[in-house]
């Protein structure tokens, strides 16, 4: 699978805020547009603490597409529509790596043939069967609860899934030997003032 590199202008000045760390983690994770942001290592990693913020914006595009469909059809319809909105929003990133880590444990042996296997851009049985699977997951746990409760769920499970990943991010080491669009990310020390803004998810 091919790798989610954004696509979107950027300034040529490699310095960077706050609110360039927050448009540079809305581009990293979305495909929703955003202003130019100058792209660097040091931003991207800054941008790991905006994480939970995107989480939100893509619950709540999720909820107000659930509320809105079902005013209209039944929740079974809601609920796809609401799926399609959420991985058009993103692009399909969570999606594609999905498949490619299935791909990868699946289909290697050694770690070298694992690896090689994530970055091939087709994707395998393994990965089909897991993009299946997870989709059927989310429909059917969605459709377990109530309908009032779905749009909570929604914005909850967005923000805390992408707010699990700040600590792995923290304490993980990059396994890969080539430069991948999130290796910035894995292993780099963010200063505590920095997290604020998950901590206000």
Request: charged share 15%; net charge negative.
């Amino acid at each position: 699978m091919s790798e989610h590199i954004p696509d979107k202008p950027v300034k040529s000045d490699p310095t960077g805020g706050p609110l360039d760390a927050f448009w540079c983690a809305l581009m990293f994770l979305t495909r929703i547009p955003t202003p130019p942001v100058a792209h660097s290592d040091r931003l991207l990693a800054l941008s790991a603490a905006y994480f939970p913020l995107v989480g939100l914006i893509i619950g709540g595009l999720g909820a107000i597409t659930y509320s809105i469909a079902l005013a209209m059809w039944n929740p079974e319809i809601a609920v796809v529509l609401t799926l399609g909105v959420m991985i058009y929003a993103t692009g399909g990133f969570h999606e594609d790596g999905l498949a490619d880590t299935s791909d990868g444990i699946g289909g290697g042996w050694s770690t070298e043939d694992k690896l090689q296997i994530m970055k091939d851009s087709r994707i395998g049985t393994y990965g089909s069967l897991a993009l299946v699977l997870a989709l059927l997951v989310k429909y059917t746990t969605l459709l377990a609860i109530t309908p009032e409760s779905i749009a909570t769920a929604l914005i909850c499970g967005h923000v805390l899934a992408r707010w699990s990943i700040l600590p792995l991010l923290h304490s993980s080491h990059y396994v890969g030997s080539s430069e991948g669009s999130g290796k910035p990310l894995v292993g780099r020390s963010v200063a505590n003032a920095q997290w604020s803004p998950a901590l206000l998810c």
